[in-house]
């Protein structure tokens, strides 16, 4: 990455002081903390797949509540869960939801080559857990959605560094828990890499095969669940999905044209991660741009869409900030997470069954924020690339930030 007079990314790149480590650390443990004190059960996501696997226990089947979305080997993931008292998991499941975001943000800065201790990864982590509101919906729901931004992190990292079997196994275990990465396929396909598209494909279906043998309805995924993913007939989840296809006829648009104007948003968006991969120049940006950019353009269209999907990418493109022409250097970007600042009043849209619409601007803008980057200029890239690291800059006077 180059840097210049006007540029920042030398001092974002610089060791972080003790003050600002400080802070992290009081904002994590204050979000921990108030989603200890305002949920149990782990969280209300978290609770819809302990009660799944304690339903299993007990000799029923997970798929008779309609609202258990994930595949058969959660069910089994879920067990040590089910075990644990009530009193401990309401306290565990916030704290490893926490944890492994910040794993999450750690996996983005090693794709990007940031420095761990930098000023960026202290100030990016502080920014997600601080002002960007989805973050601390994610640890009060203990969604599993946090298993997604851990791995997809983790597959691009080996991805950029040869290891593509190795990335599509990562790939695979996550979808084998929830299928939400299940479009990152399509990256393996623009590469050429057919192993490792087949590890993406057999290890969810080997595992869910497996899995499924054990549960007294093993078709239950795509008799129950699958109709509901696709078609999203449920009320209640209606009111928070974030994909133009639900949000728009809550604005009076027929919901075929909504649902034609959410498939080609889409389609408009996986044209634009493929030119982004085609365009060929070196360094992280071009993985994580186009991991980027196939992820929302499924969110676009897919039913539910949440606003804790986000932190899937919101961290591999925040983590890109040091790269000349990267997403987050662009003001659409910063455009985009605005109705996410907690604190701003939204007249007619504070209460929770309308926040969709804050959420759906978000995802439709930062769509377009990456698909804007598919043919645009030279992504800069440090003179270090081939060591695996950013570069250290000259050391600098200490300063109390």
């Not at 997600?128 to 994610?138: E, V, W, Y």
């Given at each position: 990455?180059?840097?210049?007079k006007?540029?920042i ?20 443990a204050?979000?921990?903390a ?39 080997g ?6 040590p869960?089910?075990?644990l008292p ?41 920014g ?11 640890v ?63 290890v ?24 509901f ?97 990267a ?34 601007f978000?995802?439709c ?8 980057r ?6 800069a ?21």
């Open positions: 990455m180059r840097t210049g006007s540029d990314s030398g001092w974002l790149v610089r060791p972080a002081s003790g003050p600002l480590w400080a802070v992290l650390g009081a904002v994590l204050a979000t921990t108030h989603a200890v004190r305002v949920t149990s059960g782990g969280g209300m996501d978290n609770a819809i797949v302990v009660r799944a696997a304690r339903t299993w226990l007990a000799g029923g089947s997970p798929y008779d509540d309609p609202h258990f979305l994930y595949l058969p959660a069910v089994l993931a879920a067990v869960q089910a075990l009530p009193d401990v998991l309401r306290v565990l499941a916030p704290c490893a939801v926490t944890a492994l975001l910040a794993l999450a943000w750690a996996g983005a800065l090693r794709l990007h080559r940031v420095p761990p201790r930098s000023r960026l990864a202290v100030l990016g982590l502080t997600l857990a601080l002002g960007f509101a989805p973050f601390g919906h994610l009060r729901l203990g969604n599993w959605t946090v298993t997604a931004a851990v791995a997809l992190p983790a597959a691009l990292l080996l991805a950029g560094r040869g290891r593509w079997t190795a990335a599509g196994v990562v790939i695979g275990a996550a979808v084998a828990l929830k299928p939400l990465l299940a479009p990152v396929l399509l990256l393996f396909l623009f590469a050429g890499r057919w192993r490792a598209l087949a590890a993406v494909v057999l969810p279906v080997l595992v869910s095969g497996a899995a499924a043998l054990l549960m007294p309805d093993p078709a239950g995924f795509l008799t129950r669940t699958l109709p993913l696709l078609h999203g007939d449920d009320g209640f989840v209606r009111l928070y999905e974030a994909s133009p296809a639900a949000v728009l006829p809550r604005l009076g648009v027929p919901a075929r044209l909504a649902g034609g104007v959410a498939v080609a948003a889409a389609g408009a968006g996986v044209l634009c991660a493929y030119v982004r991969w085609r365009r060929a120049d070196p360094g992280p940006p071009r993985l994580a741009e186009t991991a980027a950019g196939l992820m929302l353009s499924a969110f676009l269209v897919s039913r539910p869409s949440y606003d804790h999907y986000l932190l899937v990418v919101l961290p591999l493109l925040l983590a890109g900030l040091p790269y000349a022409g997403v987050a250097r662009g003001p659409w970007f910063w455009v985009a997470l605005v109705p996410q600042a907690p604190g701003l009043t939204w007249p007619g849209l504070e209460s929770e069954q309308r926040r969709a619409f804050k959420d759906a978000t995802l803008v930062l769509a377009v924020a990456v698909a804007l598919a043919r645009g200029g030279e992504a890239v440090d003179d270090h690339a081939d060591a695996g690291r950013a570069p250290e800059p000259e050391r600098a006077p200490a300063t109390p930030f």
